[in-house]
């Protein structure tokens, strides 16, 4: 593999096929790489199982046909609770699902990272989600003979991730209170794919004292683009906050008719500078502030 890899946003998605398993990093309406999933919304990609805390990203994927089997821990705009181009999606029977509870599908990611055929967990048990999802128990080899959860792996065959900075050999730099689970993501991954805030050249000639925010190794990167405001209308902390403005516009679109056709370009647009256009520019996400809990 070339040291060097700069991509743009088309050639990342050129490396996606019809019904691979795509996981996308972020959570809910956080550090989504919304830039990445705009270029897939505009290409042919189909029949894809996406793996996701789910936020507008899984919406968009679903109300375009995009998304054939979807597992989920939830769909949400924090908000706005129930992601509404997700909930006509699911409704309508359109969609195969594993939904997980947060923790499962955090064992999960690890699973695949491990490479291991399941990790035991305590998470689900007595619910409906183990039937439902097929799962299966494990006891334990101990003295204690307990019964678990015997997760199986979310094996990925790439992941899309958007860090607040990367340089070319794929070193990435990730601020804020809460990466998430991203990391776990990237290590699920076959191959990862990253989109950036800045791009960088060598790293440690720039930034070497955030060496401490370098969160999975370059050796799971496989492409690396930089896309400014390329998490928007998800938050991206400390760059800018989340569009709360267009989140309700977004959810005001579904209601009946909800016909995504009709309202596609104005929140995926031909293009990403078309789509950073027609927001006001990088100005206005600049200004975006930050959510506080």
């Known amino acids: 593999m070339s040291l060097d890899k700069r991509m743009s946003a088309a050639e990342i998605v050129a490396q996606l ?11 809910g309406p956080r550090r ?4 990445l999933v705009r270029e897939i919304m505009r290409s042919d ?21 995009k998304v054939k089997k979807l597992v989920f821990a939830f ?7 129930l992601e509404p181009w ?21 064992w999960g990611l690890k699973a695949a990272a491990f490479g291991l055929p399941f990790l035991p967990t305590r998470v689900g048990l007595g619910t409906d989600l183990a039937e439902l999802g097929g799962l299966k128990t494990v006891q334990s080899p101990y003295d204690d003979g307990e019964t678990l959860i015997a997760m199986p792996p979310l094996k990925l065959d790439a992941a899309l991730i958007h860090v607040n900075r990367s340089d070319w050999r794929g070193n990435v730099q990730v601020f804020g209170p809460d990466v998430y689970y991203d990391e ?87 293009s990403e500078a078309e789509y950073l256009e027609s927001i006001g520019g990088k100005e206005a996400v600049a200004a975006l502030s930050l959510p506080i809990f």
């Open 86 to 106: 997700f909930r006509k999606a699911r409704e309508s029977g359109a969609l195969q699902v594993l939904e997980l509870d947060e923790g499962m599908f955090q």
């Open 184 to 270: 776990w993501f990237a290590k699920a991954a076959a191959r990862t794919y990253v989109s950036c805030e800045e791009l960088v050249d060598r790293m440690e000639d720039h930034y070497p004292e955030g060496a401490q925010d370098n969160l999975f190794e370059r050796c799971f990167v496989s492409g690396v683009v930089e896309m400014p405001c390329g998490a928007h209308p998800s938050s991206m902390p400390p760059h800018y906050g989340w569009d709360m403005k267009a989140f309700k516009a977004y959810a005001d679109a579904a209601r009946d008719p909800g016909d995504w056709s009709a309202v596609a370009d104005r929140f995926v647009g031909a």
């Open 32 to 35: 989504k790489p919304m830039a």
């Open 17 to 27: 096929s019809d019904g691979m398993t795509i996981g996308i990093g972020g959570w």
């Open 45 to 65: 990609l189909k029949d894809l199982t996406v793996v996701a805390y789910g936020g507008a990203d899984v919406g968009m994927l679903c109300a375009a046909g």
């Open 75 to 81: 769909v949400s705009l924090d908000a706005i609770p």
